[in-house]
């Protein structure tokens, strides 16, 4: 059977959407799926305390202790003490509003303060004006990501 470059195509993407597997429970075990929901994935801790913001322009454009260079857009934030690479979800108390970030930074420096965002999620999570906000810090965990 000679198919076209089209056909090929669509063979392919109905074998991988076939193959695929699903988040369906099985028994008492739910299957891991990575496209699962963050908001449905366990917590291993909550930190509860203030949060804020920084940019290329504090942070003078360096990179951020895990290499890379930091970008404003980016959903990443920097702790003084979880490892470098954990996902955590940040919800703005006085909101509710909520984002998965990354641990890619060490800080923040100042008293009473358990994360600095990117001014990025910060605009996101609606306290960018603001500068610094009440947050819950849930520590995902690492199975689910």
């Not at 699962?36 to 990179?63: F, I, L, M």
Request: aromatic share 4%.
């Amino acid at each position: 059977m000679n198919l076209t470059r089209n056909q090929k195509s669509v063979a392919l993407a109905i074998a991988g959407v076939i193959l695929t597997p699903s988040c369906a429970a099985i028994g008492n075990a739910t299957a891991k799926c990575a496209n699962q929901s963050p908001d449905s994935w366990p917590v291993e801790s909550v930190q509860k305390g203030k949060a804020s913001w920084y940019s290329v322009k504090s942070n003078y454009g360096t990179r951020t202790a895990s290499g890379q260079r930091l970008k404003n857009t980016a959903a990443t934030a920097a702790h003084k003490t979880l490892p470098l690479g954990t996902k955590v979800r940040v919800t703005n108390m006085a909101n509710g509003k909520a984002e998965v970030v990354t641990i890619t930074d060490r800080g923040p420096y100042i008293r009473d303060r358990v994360i600095d965002v990117t001014i990025g999620v910060a605009e996101r999570l609606g306290f960018a004006a603001r500068g610094v906000v009440p947050v819950k810090v849930e520590v995902l965990t690492r199975s689910a990501w």
